[in-house]
């Protein structure tokens, strides 16, 4: 199983908090990975570091063998958490900027899931609820031919009679030789997708689990197990 992602003894502070401390930590391909932690327990962070968006303190980060930069960016399609879209376009021009920016974008298959998800080509970004411009994003990231998809928060804002297609359009939409690493705090909805599950506190990597054993060792659900243990 091919390596995507190593990171070593990577820290990464804001001033006199500690971010990251000291993370160790491997994505293999062909899985999907679930980063579990509270809101301010480093996720971000090191969403962001992988990204390249931010400057680490020390330690090492490569993917496919590069450190994050322009060689990356190729490689991971990334959904940040907060929305991004140029609020005075349309869907339809947000899909040709895609196109027209990244080679590996696929026209057709984003068409085909703005269809499934009753979303409109012709309507505006800032029409557009916050849910609605999520899943747009979503579609978008998802689109892509990808080897590393970061998604922060995909299920925010979004209805939960949505949570299943868009989890099901996650499941079905990546091949065998990328992964998708997942950073949530809605454990309980995201989990059945998971392979692989790697919880963070206060900047340290707590655990590196495989989803199915865990269950089963711990006699619960990830989501019981997580409430229980942070």
């Not at 057709?108 to 609820?129: F, T, Y």
């Not at 059945?192 to 269950?215: K, P």
Request: proline residues 3%.
């Amino acid at each position: 199983m091919e390596i995507l992602v190593q990171v070593d003894h990577l820290s990464k502070s804001y001033g006199t908090k500690v971010a990251l401390k000291d993370v160790c930590l491997t994505i293999p391909t062909g899985k999907i990975i679930g980063l579990l932690g509270k809101n301010g327990s480093g996720k971000s962070t090191l969403i962001k570091l992988i990204n390249g968006l931010l400057r680490k303190d020390a330690g090492m980060i490569k993917v496919s063998g590069y450190e994050p930069g322009v060689e990356t960016k190729r490689l991971i399609s990334y959904l940040p958490e907060r929305t991004y879209l140029d609020r005075s376009q349309s869907v339809q021009q947000i899909l040709t900027f895609f196109q027209d920016f990244y080679p590996d974008f696929n026209l057709e298959k984003a068409k085909r899931l703005i269809q499934d998800l009753g979303l409109d080509l012709n309507m505006k970004i800032s029409s557009m609820s916050k849910g609605m411009q999520e899943k747009l994003q979503l579609i978008l990231v998802m689109s892509r031919n990808a080897k590393l998809y970061i998604l922060d928060e995909p299920l925010g804002g979004v209805d939960p009679s949505t949570r299943d297609y868009i989890l099901d359009t996650i499941l079905t939409n990546f091949s065998e030789d990328a992964s998708i690493l997942i950073s949530t705090h809605l454990i309980f909805d995201v989990e059945r997708i998971l392979d692989d599950v790697i919880f963070v506190d206060q900047g340290v990597i707590r655990g590196y689990e495989e989803a199915d054993r865990l269950r089963t060792e711990q006699g619960c659900s990830i989501d019981t197990y997580f409430r229980r243990t942070f």
